[in-house]
């Protein structure tokens, strides 16, 4: 594809260094000032696998957008910001269709974002562009507790003990209800593909660690950790939970628990929508504060959509 995409003054191109400056300006009025986009633009500027890519209008860069690859042919879009200041030029629909169409060009497999449920705007991009919507999320938060950690026991130390951590996600019932599609970090991944888990292992430092097995392997943990330097807060993310749904409500409890032993300040899970999960949920002291719900979408490249076409 052209390396920029004009459409009257608007110029979609790839990020450069001096775009810097105007994307933090535009991004202190997002997330009342806690947009995460300012903290990754140095990772995001240097990335050579996926695309940053921005919109200038009149010399400034007013919009943003990154598709980024989480693991074999599973790509992730996101950081999707358009300046509040320059609304009605179509600036949004823009940036999409630039990074769209670089995947389309550059990419394989399978493309996915997230966005809230309230976001038309976005909803509409998505099926303009072959979206399909996938599932809905909600968070859930829960604070440590003291008590058992013992019922969990080390499920991988390296990338050579995945073989039976995928084959049981990839027969979990609760995997079954997204698909096998998973959090990690606000990222969707399914971990279930090969080389995924892979991938995260040499993508993310000291990551075996957050492996467990479940009471004998009755279930499934994986968590993802992440820190807010500004209040000091370690949060346990789950990624997988692996597990029959009747169980569900007793292993979030020991969770809860793991985290406590860990020293986390709190505990986070992006809980698809759905009855049994919400139900163990709130059995083990969970809690959400969420006005609305997230979306997660996917695209499917064309060529791994030949694979599916029977034959002539």
Request: aromatic share 12%.
């Amino acid at each position: 594809m052209n390396q920029t995409f004009s459409a009257g003054q608007v110029i979609c191109r790839p990020a450069i260094e001096r775009d810097r400056e105007e994307i933090g300006e535009f991004c202190k009025t997002i997330w009342d000032g806690h947009d995460y986009v300012p903290e990754v633009m140095d990772d995001w500027l240097q990335d050579s696998q996926g695309i940053f890519a921005v919109a200038e209008y009149q010399g400034r860069a007013i919009a943003c957008s990154k598709i980024t690859l989480l693991a074999e042919g599973q790509w992730w879009l996101e950081g999707f910001r358009v300046d509040p200041k320059y609304q009605g030029l179509k600036v949004g629909s823009l940036i999409h269709q630039y990074v769209d169409e670089w995947w389309l060009e550059k990419g394989d497999g399978l493309l996915r974002l997230m966005t809230s449920s309230k976001n038309k705007s976005v909803h509409h991009l998505c099926e303009r562009t072959h979206f399909n919507k996938l599932y809905e999320v909600r968070g859930y938060k829960a604070q440590p507790l003291s008590g058992r950690t013992h019922v969990f026991t080390s499920a991988a130390s390296s990338a050579q003990d995945l073989p039976p951590v995928v084959a049981f996600a990839r027969s979990s019932p609760s995997l079954g209800i997204t698909n096998h599609i998973v959090d990690f970090g606000w990222r969707a991944v399914d971990p279930t593909q090969a080389g995924a888990l892979e991938f995260l292992f040499a993508d993310l430092p000291g990551f075996a660690k957050n492996f467990f097995w479940w009471r004998n392997d009755k279930g499934l943990l994986i968590v993802w950790d992440d820190f807010d330097p500004e209040e000091g807060k370690y949060t346990m993310g789950i990624g997988v939970i692996a597990c029959k749904l009747e169980d569900m409500s007793v292993l979030l409890m020991d969770v809860r628990c793991l985290a406590a032993e860990q020293g986390k300040t709190s505990v986070l899970w992006l809980a698809p929508v759905h009855v049994q999960v919400e139900t163990a949920l709130k059995q083990a002291g969970f809690s959400s504060d969420w006005d609305n719900t997230a979306y997660i979408f996917e695209k499917i490249h064309p060529q791994l959509s030949k694979q599916y076409e029977p034959p002539s």
